[in-house]
């Protein structure tokens, strides 16, 4: 099933699914046979699982996710004649724990920005001012952006893989509202990549590792070829967390900066819905999930 679902996949979800299935599912059912699998056997593997979360080996979204794999393969079994019902549609997800995701207040959002590098600002003040992924910040063009003195929007088409560009996580396009101030710095990152690619800006990533000159600066050594994406570890690893230390602020991950913008909008009076259209959810019971108790 999984070498059948591999043409259909993103990179990323096929080697999840494998991760997935090598790990938590053969070693519970790959030695029955599928007419053998009941609702109380895959209940059981839930339970089993669930007693690692409160050990702290694994979180309720990577068992959920365990569990919703099953449900599409045990899909393909019944399409294919091979069951009569999937056991697996009957067996609940785990509720998943509330988290407080940490964020920058927005008197650290400038100690933040002071204190990353020349060549990571930009994309910084990206991530706060729009709130997208790394993945979707990395694979922008500069024809993504419309930018107006007053405002402007980018539109979000696709984002950044392993090694290549593919879709979003949605597999669907958003346009992002942002301000001027942002609009301001994504000019200049504009203006900046036409110098080096010789006014072919459109479609020229908009932010590329810079080249190395001495050992001690950031990028890549020029035989490692020019124009090359971010690499997002640089990025998260490096950069990011050199940025906090500058900062004199708490660890937290680089996705915090996506929460950082939901934060902001929410502070300055927006809805739920302004912040689940930003930030490209296909469902707000997920904003609520994440974002709801700010609103209150």
């Not at 060549?119 to 997208?132: D, F, K, N, T």
Request: glycine share 8%; hydrophobic share 40%; aromatic share 6%.
């Amino acid at each position: 099933w999984l070498t059948r679902r591999k043409p259909y996949l993103e990179p990323g979800t096929w080697s999840g699914y494998e991760v997935a299935g090598r790990k938590r599912l053969v070693p519970a059912f790959g030695s029955r046979s599928l007419g053998e699998l009941s609702v109380d056997d895959i209940r059981e593997c839930v339970a089993e699982l669930a007693q690692r979360i409160e050990s702290g080996d694994l979180a309720a979204k990577t068992v959920n996710n365990a569990l919703g794999i099953l449900i599409v393969c045990l899909n393909s079994a019944v399409d294919d004649g091979l069951l009569g019902v999937n056991p697996a549609l009957r067996v609940q997800r785990l509720p998943p724990a509330h988290i407080e995701r940490d964020y920058l207040r927005l008197d650290e959002i400038p100690r933040y920005l002071d204190a990353c590098s020349n060549v990571y600002r930009p994309l910084a003040e990206l991530l706060i001012g729009s709130g997208l992924r790394i993945s979707e910040a990395l694979a922008l063009r500069a024809g993504d952006l419309e930018l107006e003195p007053t405002g402007g929007t980018i539109v979000v088409y696709r984002s950044r893989k392993r090694d290549a560009i593919g879709s979003t996580k949605s597999d669907r396009f958003r346009a992002v509202e942002i301000g001027p101030t942002l609009c301001a710095a994504l000019r200049d990152q504009v203006a900046l990549r036409a110098e080096l690619t010789g006014g072919a800006e459109g479609d020229a990533f908009l932010f590329v590792m810079p080249v190395r000159m001495i050992k001690r600066s950031s990028g890549r050594w020029q035989s490692a070829g020019i124009g090359r994406p971010l690499d997002r570890n640089t990025v998260s690893r490096d950069w990011h967390k050199q940025a906090l230390e500058d900062a004199a602020l708490r660890d937290m991950p680089l996705h915090a900066l996506r929460h950082t913008a939901a934060a902001a909008w929410l502070a300055a009076g927006n809805s739920l819905m302004y912040v689940q259209r930003q930030l490209g959810h296909a469902d707000i019971s997920t904003t609520e999930r994440y974002y709801g108790h700010l609103e209150r």
